[in-house]
């Protein structure tokens, strides 16, 4: 409970900065008639959509496991994550409406100075809130912080380009403007794709821990004779571990009992990660017939 509320914060604190951010770039985009820039206010606006998510997110992950949820909430936060993507494309839709707009009723664009200080201080407050949610991400074990920091990495490239377009356009070159607000879109685009390809792999069940290592730190422990048919899921600050263990034929049920605990117990340890552990026992095969991972003495 304690380290959503933590999570929580680092949210509201992005939530604030984010929001700051793109109403400046939208609000100055607007007056000075240029696309790209607007649409890299957008792209702003879509961090702070995302923050909102998160916290609602992270709100219902943080509920303890029930009768409809055995296994707990925290698959929520990975929702989230897939709301993120969602309001992302949005976003990049409607910077392409834009530019459709633009070529239709063209707009004259009017740089000057405080255009690119406001795109300078905008750069700098994203550089700050990426790296601020990065670590927060990484100390907190949190899935959203991190790909949320990615989210707002990207807002930084963009933020570039934008610059580079004023330039461009100061310089005589008006139609830079619109071809980049078309590659502010494609970027927006590719990084909702890196963030549903990440939340799809929990929801999905994609395999988080190596089976090799599982094994050999099963087989450290006195009495299990083999291992296999390891499997693990969820996320990786809440990894569900299931195996098969093969112990002595001659063990009586007790003992087997206590050797699945000491398993268990050993995972634990040895995967910090690890919240849940199913062990099946069963007696080792011998000879050619065994499937398992034999035990190193």
Same mark, same amino acid.
């Given at each position: !409970? ?111 100075? #405080?255009?690119?200080?406001? !795109? ?11 790296? #601020?949610? #990065? ?163």
């Amino acid at each position: !409970m304690q380290n959503h509320r933590q999570i929580q914060k680092v949210l509201v604190a992005t939530l604030a900065a984010n929001v700051a951010v793109a109403l400046l770039k939208i609000v100055v985009g607007n007056r000075i008639g240029s696309a790209s820039m607007a649409a890299d206010g957008f792209h702003s606006l879509a961090d702070g959509a995302s923050n909102v998510v998160g916290l609602i997110g992270i709100s219902l992950a943080s509920r303890p496991a029930d009768a409809d949820h055995p296994y707990g909430h925290r698959k929520f936060e990975t929702l989230a994550a897939v709301g993120i993507a969602a309001l992302l494309f949005f976003a990049a839709q409607n910077v392409v409406v834009e530019v459709i707009g633009r070529l239709k009723a063209p707009v004259a664009v009017d740089v000057s100075w #405080y255009s690119f200080a406001v !795109m300078a201080a905008t750069l700098a407050a994203n550089l700050l809130v990426a790296r #601020y949610e #990065y670590r927060a991400g990484k100390r907190l074990r949190s899935e959203f912080l991190v790909a949320d920091s990615y989210h707002t990495k990207s807002d930084i490239y963009v933020s570039l380009s934008v610059v580079g377009t004023l330039a461009a356009v100061r310089f005589g070159y008006p139609e830079v403007d619109l071809v980049t607000s078309l590659v502010i879109a494609a970027l927006i685009v590719r990084a909702g794709y890196m963030v549903l390809k990440e939340a799809a792999g929990v929801l999905c069940d994609r395999a988080i821990i190596e089976p090799g290592a599982v094994e050999e730190a099963v087989l450290s422990v006195e009495g299990v004779k083999a291992c296999h048919a390891v499997r693990s899921r969820g996320r990786e600050d809440d990894v569900s571990l299931d195996l098969h263990l093969e112990v002595e034929g001659a063990m009586t049920l007790e003992e087997a009992h206590a050797l699945s605990h000491q398993v268990a117990a050993r995972l634990k340890e040895r995967f910090p990660e690890v919240t849940d552990v199913l062990v099946h026992v069963e007696p080792a095969t011998t000879g050619k017939g065994s499937t398992g991972a034999a035990r190193k003495t």
